[in-house]
């Protein structure tokens, strides 16, 4: 079946940087557009960012634009998301996501915080 697996969450400091991966499985990785989502106490779930079959076409809302950068390694089916200049309000649970199948990885935990 269809698999998302997030890590690399944790808690850091404003201006700190992390880099989320999402390991996939059960589908056909090279094929698929791939998504990072993000869902904060309270808040419904936000897109954050996409990237092509190919890895050559990305898009981010600009919120992130500038401090995100997503990127995937269609060899190791695994997606990820390197964050930079991080701000408190970037805390929240990340998720990955195959928008054409509808599918949601587990999350992983992001905290900004001085």
């Known amino acids: 079946q269809v698999q998302l697996v997030e890590s690399g969450g944790g808690s850091v400091q404003p201006g700190g940087s992390l880099r989320l991966s999402c390991a996939a499985a059960?589908?056909?990785?090279?094929?698929?557009?791939m998504a990072w989502y993000r869902q904060a106490p309270g808040k419904s779930r936000e897109w954050v960012a996409s990237i092509g079959i190919t890895g050559s076409t990305t898009n981010y809302p600009d919120s992130v634009k500038g401090r995100f950068t997503i990127s995937r390694d269609n060899a190791k089916n695994t997606v990820y998301l390197q964050m930079s200049s991080l701000k408190p309000e970037d805390t929240a649970v990340y998720y990955c996501?195959?928008?054409?199948?509808?599918?949601w990885g587990q999350g992983t935990q992001v905290t900004v915080s001085s």
């Open positions: 059960g589908f056909n990785f090279g094929n698929y557009v």
């Open positions: 996501n195959v928008p054409s199948i509808g599918v």
